[in-house]
């Protein structure tokens, strides 16, 4: 038998712990400044590293991640699926710090 509705349960949300989302993002933004003070170092000019790094810091630290949250959106609308916003942004960080590695492996 069907019990009212305030009487049902609510299943638990299955959320990402807020440290290790909060942690990928500052090690998002931590990996996406890393070279810029050995470019400074190594005598760069400042206008041309701090262009760079006004496209490439928030293309890994919030274009990725934003992505991720906006596929979760249309997911959940077309495919009626509950993914929570701090599970994709998490997921979407995760991906960015390992696509900076990725790209520092091989640059390096």
């Not at 509705?5 to 090690?27: C, D, N, R, W």
């Not at 596929?71 to 997921?91: C, D, M, P, Y």
Request: charged fraction near 15%; proline fraction near 5%.
């Amino acid at each position: 038998m069907n019990k009212p509705m305030h009487e049902q349960k609510e299943q638990p949300k299955s959320l990402v712990p807020k440290g290790i989302t909060i942690g990928l993002a500052l090690f998002s933004l931590v990996l996406s400044l890393a070279g810029y003070g050995f470019r400074l170092m190594i005598g760069e000019d400042i206008a041309s590293v701090l262009r760079h790094a006004a496209v490439i810091v928030p293309a890994f630290v919030l274009g990725i991640p934003l992505l991720f949250w906006l596929g979760s959106r249309v997911f959940n609308k077309l495919q009626g699926t509950h993914i929570e916003t701090r599970n994709a942004l998490t997921l979407g960080w995760l991906t960015a710090c390992v696509s900076m590695l990725w790209l520092m492996g091989t640059y390096s």
